[in-house]
């Protein structure tokens, strides 16, 4: 590496550093023996994550973040990407770019006012607190990153292909299972997954929306009220890993071509 080329590597060094440093030390303390948040390490275990599980209220928060997860991938996923299907099809660039930053206002509006708007709209409604409420909250907060990533790659979609299958004797629906998803496939799938990741993370609009059920970054901050243990950071790190894993899986998917 010239030396010209080492002020810039040294500063994305520290950078990445400063971002990635309180993730590291959060994984490094779930491992540890020490039940103290001190360095230094006096040796390494696995008992922590036993002692996460081993908690009732961690079964089940994260049975309610993995139903709220597959519910939000499944939901924003079909609406999101029919609505950007139809998006791209519209031949108004002025309407299609109007439509486009209306359905991106969620992501733009504070996630407070979200999870406020929303216990105050159940409750007129007179809808109890619960998962319900809360998995609406997850679809609206998710549902603008899936519109945007299936935009964007459904703008290389070529619509003569379902001409063509028009033009050879297929239905509306044959044309769409035969030619449509099977190319939009992987691209849905991987908008999906970032919902699923996005729901799993999502805190605020939850805490507003369950009542007194319980999801995994739920039940850490009600940990954290006590203190924190190295329990608490295994959890979090499993957490982590889910996100990771389905970020991951939603590149993957998203950088084939449609």
Not at 75 to 99: D, E, M, Q, T
Request: proline share 6%; net charge positive; charged share 10%.
């Amino acid at each position: 590496m010239s030396l010209r080329k080492l002020p810039p590597a040294i500063f994305i060094g520290l950078v990445l550093v400063y971002l990635y440093a309180p993730i590291a030390v959060i994984v490094l303390f779930s491992v540890t023996t020490s039940p103290r948040l001190s360095m230094p390490i006096e040796g390494f275990t696995l008992s922590w994550y036993a002692s996460a599980f081993s908690n009732p209220l961690m079964s089940t928060a994260l049975k309610n973040s993995l139903v709220l997860a597959l519910v939000s991938a499944i939901l924003s996923g079909i609406f999101g990407a029919a609505f950007s299907f139809g998006l791209v099809a519209l031949k108004r660039a002025r309407v299609r770019a109007a439509l486009l930053a209306t359905s991106l206002l969620p992501a733009v509006v504070p996630l407070l006012v979200i999870g406020i708007s929303l216990a105050v709209f159940f409750r007129a409604l007179g809808m109890p607190q619960g998962l319900l409420n809360t998995a609406i909250g997850h679809i609206i907060v998710s549902l603008p990153f899936v519109v945007l990533t299936m935009n964007a790659r459904l703008e290389t979609f070529d619509f003569s292909t379902l001409e063509a299958a028009r033009d050879l004797g297929a239905t509306p629906y044959q044309a769409f299972r035969d030619v449509t998803f099977p190319l939009i496939r992987p691209s849905i799938i991987g908008a999906a997954l970032l919902a699923a990741a996005l729901s799993l993370d999502e805190f605020v609009v939850t805490w507003f929306n369950i009542g007194n059920q319980q999801t995994v970054p739920v039940l850490v901050w009600g940990l954290m009220r006590r203190g924190v243990d190295p329990s608490i950071n295994a959890i979090a790190t499993i957490l982590l890993t889910l996100l990771v894993c389905l970020v991951i899986g939603s590149n993957i998917l998203n950088r084939k071509k449609v």
